[in-house]
């Protein structure tokens, strides 16, 4: 069974740094596309980023130059380096498995439960 | 960047009714759409993925259809688990993006 844990979210303070971590139990890690999801209070779902099989990274224009997403296949885990975090970017942060879909892009077929992360003063 | 956009926002039927959510992108994505759904305080559940398709373990009253930019979920025969939040989802290319919602409402 698939499964993904996140962790390291909180509160942190405008213009500070957090790192979120995933994870992930039950497939080959390593052979999957992996994403950042996240969901602010109250709203919809937005994609953040994504970490190919490769070394490709993909990112929203929304937290481009401020947040990093990296793997470690071998801890079998996604990460997110958050840097310069603004009010806007409080949210759930969710882990997703991107399913490779005809060679074409992903959807998301499993998530994680999610990380809180909010940021004020 | 393409821009999905939902309708209606809210929803309201009743067990039984056939109901029907649309989804419009800003340009063509081909078939290369998925819908979810999300219930309060829990994670989204991919229900169908490239327009049509329905994910293993998902009702079959749930389909999906369309091509290009114009897309819909029905739901035929609502059940009262169906409540909860749709979007729709683009992977025609990066950035991935998302509708903004229908919340479906059980009368």
């Known amino acids: 069974e698939v499964h993904l844990v996140e962790s390291g979210g909180g509160l942190v303070k405008p213009g500070g740094s957090l790192r979120l971590s995933c994870v992930a139990s039950?497939?080959?890690?390593?052979?999957?596309?992996m994403n950042w999801v996240r969901q602010a209070p109250g709203q919809g779902l937005e994609w953040v980023a994504s970490?190919?099989?490769?070394?490709?990274?993909y990112y929203a224009e929304s937290v481009k130059g401020r947040f990093s997403v990296s793997r470690d296949n071998a801890k079998n885990s996604l990460y997110l380096e958050m840097y310069n975090v603004r009010a806007e970017d409080t949210a759930i942060y969710y882990c997703?498995?991107?399913?490779?879909?005809?060679?074409?892009?992903?959807?998301?077929?499993?998530w994680g439960q999610g990380a809180h992360v909010t940021v004020s003063s | 960047d393409i821009q999905m956009t939902q309708s209606p926002s809210t929803l309201s039927a009743s067990v039984g009714d056939r109901v029907t959510i649309t989804c419009r992108a800003s340009?063509?994505?081909?078939?290369?759409l998925a819908w979810y759904q999300q219930k309060p305080g829990k994670v989204p559940k991919v229900l169908i993925y490239?327009?049509?398709n329905l994910e293993s373990g998902v009702p079959s009253r749930f389909s999906g259809r369309g091509s290009g930019t114009e897309f819909t979920l029905t739901i035929g025969g609502l059940q009262p688990d169906d409540f909860g939040t749709y979007y729709c989802?683009?992977?025609?290319?990066?950035?991935?993006?998302f509708g903004q919602g229908t919340k479906l409402e059980i009368k």
């Open positions: 997703a498995r991107g399913w490779y879909d005809d060679s074409r892009g992903h959807f998301f077929d499993s």
């Open positions: 039950g497939f080959k890690f390593s052979d999957w596309n």
């Open positions: 970490a190919d099989t490769g070394t490709s990274m």
């Open positions: 340009q063509s994505i081909s078939g290369w």
């Open positions: 490239r327009a049509s």
């Open positions: 989802q683009q992977y025609h290319s990066y950035p991935y993006s």
